[in-house]
């Protein structure tokens, strides 16, 4: 598969992943693409849905075809920066302290329900997302070449739960919404769980990898031959800064978000075996890498507005290159 051009061999892993993700998770087909497109592109993705929708077993069920070392973080009010990132420890027999390594240390983090621990905790990750390093008593810890935060997410209106602040929130690539199945995929799943009981905890048990390691590092380098043109650079540019100027945004994007959009456009290329990015694929990551970088005035949220709305005023508002 090495052999075969940037594009195709993107494709052609991507594929893989989404089709046997999409046997075993049942009715999320867009989100599984877009997932596979995060993973691809070396980007920090936002879970968010109600409880019950999969988002844990969807995270788990990629890291094992993936071949991914995997590490599940269940956040809670009282847990510790520490208990994410590692702690020094004294040892009486060397007379010394020696850094023990947290589950940060792994190629794919699950940070479980991140909006259930307070921001103190959640700053840890800060450091981590942007330069793949921990600093721990003044020395620098290097992470895995492939370290991803995949961060489960409840709705805000449920309680218990603290935002996200925007610093952190600009660090993750994307933001994708876990809903309800359709009705019938819903009836595929109780189908397909009533001829096999032990379907349910089918991300327990082993499943054979589809790829590799070294494959989606490679997959990642792969993406610079990816052709951008220069009226599709201007193109996201118009659209980040439509979002600073219109006034029913508060707070638009920043300039890291035009830079997520070019990668992931240029990814989503790649997965749909394209070696150039079109206007099409920036529309359809738009949504994923904006909406959660936009905060809303309080007349916008009064008039019922939520940040899609506005990124679909924005796609429809500026020209489309030809």
Known sequence: MASLPPHQHIEAVAQKLTRRLSEIIYGQDD???????????EGHILLEGIPGTAKTTLVKTLAQLSSLQFQ???????????????????????KSFSFSKGPIFTDLLLADEINRTPPKTQ????????????????????????????????PVEFEGTYPLPEAQLDRFMMKLLVTYPEP?????????????????????????????????LMCRQELNAIQVDDSL????????????????????CSP?????????SR????????????????KA???????????????????ELTPDDIIKQTLNKIPVPR
């Open 267 to 282: 990814t989503h290329a790649a997965v749909n075996g394209s070696d150039f990015v079109t206007p099409d694929n920036v």
């Open 184 to 216: 019938e995929a819903e009836r595929q799943m109780l189908k397909a769980f009533s001829q096999h009981a032990s379907t349910r905890f089918m991300h327990q048990q082993h499943l054979e990898p589809v790829t590799s390691r070294e494959e989606i």
């Open 72 to 94: 599940r973080v269940q956040l809670t009010p009282d847990m510790l920066p520490a208990e994410i990132t590692g702690t020094s420890i004294y040892d009486l027999n060397s």
């Open 123 to 154: 700053s840890a990750l800060l450091e981590a997302m942007e330069e793949h390093q921990v600093t721990a008593d003044g020395t620098q810890y290097k992470l895995s070449p492939l370290f991803t935060v995949i961060a489960t997410l409840n």
């Open 31 to 41: 989100v599984v693409e877009m997932l596979v497109v995060g993973l691809l592109a």
């Open 256 to 264: 890291r978000s035009a830079l997520t959009l070019m990668t992931a």
């Open 285 to 303: 990551v738009a949504p994923a890498i904006i909406r959660h970088r936009l905060i809303l005035t309080p007349e916008a949220e009064l008039d």
């Open 233 to 252: 650079l201007d193109y996201i540019l118009q659209m980040v800064h439509d979002t600073r100027e219109n006034p029913n945004i508060e707070l638009g």
